[in-house]
């Protein structure tokens, strides 16, 4: 683009919209892409414009809308939509519930060519319908076309976002605990698995009681796996004394301990282990007491259908560690995030 007088940009496309602001109203007098006439001159200086900025021949430049809208074609991401151009900026919003993914390094790549800005929601980050997911636009009113060109390039053959709607899952919970079983206290626990279940699509086949019995524990388990289970939670005997059996009766299932013990508070003692393709969850007690837990954290990947490995668990690390906040904002916060 090149600034030019107006009285000399008669025949000239002007790249920019030009704002007027009188009598209550406030909008473009001009808009982009408006070839200026004679007629406009008179105008054009009423509005304190002295000069404009047209469009030069073959500069390889791209305006900032266009190049937004050409961004936000870098990674088309099912279950999302895109917002018209507005003030130089396209955003993707989510249209569904899911987990939202980034592609990290690719991202960074990309907004270090220069005049690219792309800001995102954190990768692993559960989201809700009408969530903004991520913004694109570049800096300045107009950019070399070649910066877009070097961005597709970048993403070609890649996945820069992607959004995993959540997955219908039929879940079994199993409480242990002989002071439980016996009806010596109350359980505290199923309505609080019930209310966090509640934010997922599931059905929960059932809520099994069991004694401190190794065999009965186990039994309860291929129970739910033999009417279809997707999804074990345990409860309830998950530290580290000898008499608390959980671990032992996933082991005594067949199921693979990913890891039990994650480097995350308030949490710490979550197990979490696979059965060929389905997930079992040990959560220990202080999901009872406290509004976040790391069960908060693995519920929404796992209705995503991520499998974690030992090294996501251990990533848990950086961020692992609950701010206790008198409100809760999660996930609004630091915490869980890897």
């Known amino acids: 683009m090149k600034k030019v007088k107006v009285q000399d940009a008669i025949g000239m496309t002007l790249c920019h919209d030009i704002t007027a602001m009188c009598d209550g109203f406030k909008g473009a007098a001009f808009r982009r892409g408006h070839v200026v006439t004679a007629a406009d001159i008179p105008e054009l200086l009423d509005l304190g414009k002295r ?53 990290t390094e690719l991202l960074n790549k990309i907004n270090s060519i220069g005049d690219i800005t792309i800001p995102t929601l954190p990768d692993h980050y559960p989201v809700s319908p009408g969530a903004r997911l991520a913004s694109m636009r570049i800096i300045p009113l107009v950019t070399k076309e070649e910066k877009i060109i070097e961005a597709e390039k970048l993403c070609e053959g890649k996945k820069l976002f992607d959004l995993l709607p ?80 959980t671990p032992s009766a996933i082991r005594g299932l067949g199921a693979e301990i990913i890891s039990h013990g994650v480097p995350a508070q308030p949490g710490n003692m979550t197990l979490v282990a696979y059965l060929d393709d389905i997930p079992l969850v040990g959560v220990p007690g202080a999901a009872i007491s406290l509004p976040t837990t790391m069960l908060d954290v693995l519920l929404p990947q796992i209705f995503a259908g991520i499998k974690f490995s030992k090294a996501d668990l251990v990533r848990l690390g950086d961020g692992g560690l609950c701010q206790m906040c008198k409100e809760c904002h999660f996930p609004n916060c630091s915490f869980g995030r890897y």
């Open 51 to 103: 000069s404009v900025f047209v469009w030069e021949e073959n500069a390889g430049e791209i305006h900032e809308e266009d190049a937004a809208v050409r961004l936000s074609a870098l990674s088309p991401v099912p279950g999302t939509h895109l917002t018209d151009p507005y003030e130089g900026k396209v955003n993707i919003i989510s249209d569904v519930s899911g987990m939202f993914r980034v592609d």
């Open 166 to 245: 959540y997955k219908k899952l039929n879940v079994g919970v199993i409480i242990t605990g002989s002071e439980v079983y016996s009806g010596r206290i109350k359980d505290k626990f199923e309505p609080v698995i019930r209310k966090k279940l509640a934010n997922y699509p599931c059905d929960i086949l059932g809520v099994t009681i069991c004694d401190d019995e190794l065999d009965m524990i186990i039994g309860a388990a291929r129970e739910y796996i033999n009417k279809g289970a997707d999804f074990l939670i345990f409860t309830g005997g998950m530290s580290v004394d000898p008499d608390d059996l």
